[in-house]
Nanobody, 127 residues
Framework: QVQLVESGGDYVQAGASLRLACTVS????????VGWFRQAPGKERNEREF???????????YYEDSMEGRFSISRDNRKRTVYLYMSRLRAEDTAIYTC?????????????????WGQGTQVAVAP
């Protein structure tokens, strides 16, 4: 059974940077593409917004257009962990950030593509 655990969420000031981690147990990590989604305050879970994703071989990354240039992603197969790097954070980046995994490199911007989900980590950005 594949399980995902996020970490790194924090309360920060606007302009700060954060690194979130998604550690995966179970399954073959190198066979999993991983994406990050976020749920803003007042939004329902089914209104989660795509943030960024990385393919199994890390040969391609997908971005939400508004986040390109501020957010980036990487994976460490030895540590079974995917990292989300966020810089120049804004108040509107406040959300619960959740990682998800799937054994395919297709449809990574769509929540329904993913088979496995973590519980999320809270990021709060003060204006």
């Amino acid at each position: 059974q594949v399980q995902l655990v996020e970490s790194g969420g924090d309360y920060v000031q606007a302009g700060a940077s954060l690194r979130l981690a998604c550690t995966v147990s179970g399954g073959t990590f190198s066979n999993l593409a991983v994406g990050w989604f976020r749920q803003a305050p007042g939004k329902e879970r089914n209104e989660r917004e795509f943030v960024i994703a990385i393919t199994k071989a890390a040969d391609y990354t997908y971005y939400e257009d508004s986040m390109e240039g501020r957010f980036s992603i990487s994976r460490d197969n030895r540590k079974r962990t995917v990292y989300l790097y966020m810089s120049r954070l804004r108040a509107e980046d406040t959300a619960i950030y959740t990682c998800a995994a799937v054994g395919s490199d297709y449809g990574l911007k769509t929540p329904g593509t993913y088979d496995f989900w973590g519980q999320g980590t809270q990021v709060a950005v003060a204006p």
